[in-house]
T-cell receptor, first 112, second 111 residues
Framework: KQEVTQIPAALSVPEGENLVLNCSFT??????LQWFRQDPGKGLTSLLL?????REQTSGRLNASLDKSSGRSTLYIAASQPGDSATYLC???????????FGTGTRLKVLA | DVKVTQSSRYLVKRTGEKVFLECVQD?????MFWYRQDPGLGLRLIYF???????EKGDIPEGYSVSREKKERFSLILESASTNQTSMYLC??????????FGPGTRLTVT
């Protein structure tokens, strides 16, 4: 059964730092992996989607990588800003299924 | 701008009431999902649908049912609301090869 883990659970950094959020999954036979952002009391906003055949995706200051063989993905945020403060979740869709399995998230606080 | 909409942002219901949560997507997606999100428990899948009139149970279907009569609309029904169903409910949709898009969520309180 697929399990998704995110470490650390919470992270506090000063503004301007580059940072890495980690996501690991137990079964490498995935269809795709998605990173989301969630602000308090709101829905999830899709940040990046990486298909199983891809190694990375970039959007602005965000870069997500995928290493299926090791069961890992990282979300890199460059030059962090207070507006980046949110909870970041990764989710994995297994091959042959429509369902996504979510990690429990990393709560990020960027200090001004 | 493509989107997923949910009928209410906040809802307060009494124990025993029948509750309907509506979700509509305008992306012609085949797949639609209902999750609940609780502190410390993360997102848990209640039901999903991969086609009109098709549905499958997720991880926590007890106390819930769903309806998908049209491709764009997926309804979650609480047959007899209970206090342990107080939660944030999130709807999502996805198409083939694409990722999930989420609605803004409905915070349901059952008193």
């Amino acid at each position: 059964k697929q399990e998704v883990t995110q470490i650390p659970a919470a992270l506090s950094v000063p503004e301007g730092e580059n940072l890495v959020l980690n996501c690991s999954f137990t079964d490498s036979a995935i269809y795709n992996l998605q990173w989301f952002r969630q602000d308090p009391g709101k829905g999830l906003t899709s940040l990046l989607l990486i298909q199983s055949s891809q190694r990375e995706q970039t959007s602005g200051r965000l870069n997500a990588s995928l290493d299926k063989s090791s069961g890992r993905s990282t979300l890199y945020i460059a030059a962090s800003q207070p507006g980046d403060s949110a909870t970041y979740l990764c989710a994995v869709r297994d091959g042959g299924t429509y369902k996504y399995i979510f990690g429990t998230g990393t709560r990020l606080k960027v200090l001004a | 701008d493509v989107k997923v909409t949910q009928s209410s942002r906040y809802l307060v219901k009494r124990t025993g009431e029948k509750v309907f949560l509506e979700c509509v997507q305008d992306m012609d997606h085949e797949n639609m999902f209902w999750y609940r999100q609780d502190p410390g428990l993360g997102l848990r899948l209640i039901y999903f649908s991969y086609d009109v009139k098709m549905k499958e149970k997720g991880d926590i279907p007890e106390g819930y049912s769903v309806s998908r009569e049209k491709k764009e609309r997926f309804s979650l029904i609480l047959e007899s609301a209970s206090t342990n169903q107080t939660s944030m409910y999130l709807c999502a949709s996805s198409g083939d090869g694409g990722g999930e898009r989420f609605g803004p969520g409905t915070r349901l309180t059952v008193t």
